[in-house]
């Protein structure tokens, strides 16, 4: 195990400049063997591994990204260009460069704020499966994007999630959720939430006092081989 210090460690990314608040990366492999009559010892093995990134950061410090479901057998442009540097205690550790053709593609995005302090953005990123031995070819094409976001007065001007109707309109349906409590001085919220379409990410506000915010988007990506 090697015990990483977070005040040494360096993030940067194309979509965000500043205020990482944590990242994880993670390099799972999934290991099929290929049993055969008359012997313990596989036929051959197929190994798959799959690499993800998540990303926080406090609001403020990224750019909007739009998304557009792909149209054509292309890789999605929902990436982001990441480079990690640990900061070991002992020894060393290899940072973690995952841009241009590297960058990962972005699977969802959220964004959180109370009415005082800081709104907080999470970025969840996925890799393409890595197979060993395959000589086709793959592609990562992007589905339809969808989210929600609370809407009222009292939300922020901007949560970083671009809503509108799949259809026409500025949404697709709506909630209201309301609760409240007995007491001194017993208080409570009633929220307005809207779902539809989500058309871009990312750019949601840091700092904006008495105002607060949630909202999310799912980007779907699926694997093609050819």
């Avoid at 950061?57 to 054509?72: E, Q, R």
């Avoid at 409570?188 to 539809?196: E, K």
């Amino acid at each position: 195990m090697v015990v990483i210090i977070g005040a040494g460690t360096t993030v940067t990314s194309n979509l965000i400049t500043s205020g990482f608040v944590s990242v994880s990366f993670s390099l799972s492999p999934t290991v099929e063997r290929l049993f055969q009559l008359g012997d313990f010892d596989p036929f051959d093995v197929n190994v798959q591994t799959q690499e993800s990134i998540s990303i926080t950061n406090f609001g403020g410090a990224s750019s909007s990204l739009a998304l557009a479901p792909s149209a054509a057998c292309v890789d999605s442009t929902a990436r982001m260009d990441v480079t990690i540097t640990p900061a070991p205690c002992t020894g060393s550790t290899v940072p973690i460069t995952r841009t241009g053709t590297d960058a990962l593609f972005i699977n969802s995005f959220s964004y959180s704020k109370d009415s005082q302090g800081f709104g907080q953005e999470t970025w969840s990123l996925q890799g393409k499966p890595i197979l060993v031995g395959f000589t086709g070819s793959t592609v990562f094409i992007q589905g339809f994007a969808e989210g929600n976001q609370l809407v009222g007065t009292d939300i922020v001007s901007d949560d970083g999630v671009a809503l509108t109707s799949s259809t026409t309109g500025l949404f697709d349906a709506e909630a209201r959720n309301l609760q409240v409590s007995a007491g001194s001085p017993g208080i409570g919220q009633d929220d307005t939430q809207q779902f539809g379409k989500v058309t871009a990410i990312g750019g949601g506000v840091g700092k904006e006092d008495g105002k607060r915010g949630t909202a999310s988007a799912n980007v779907p990506h699926q694997i093609v081989f050819f």
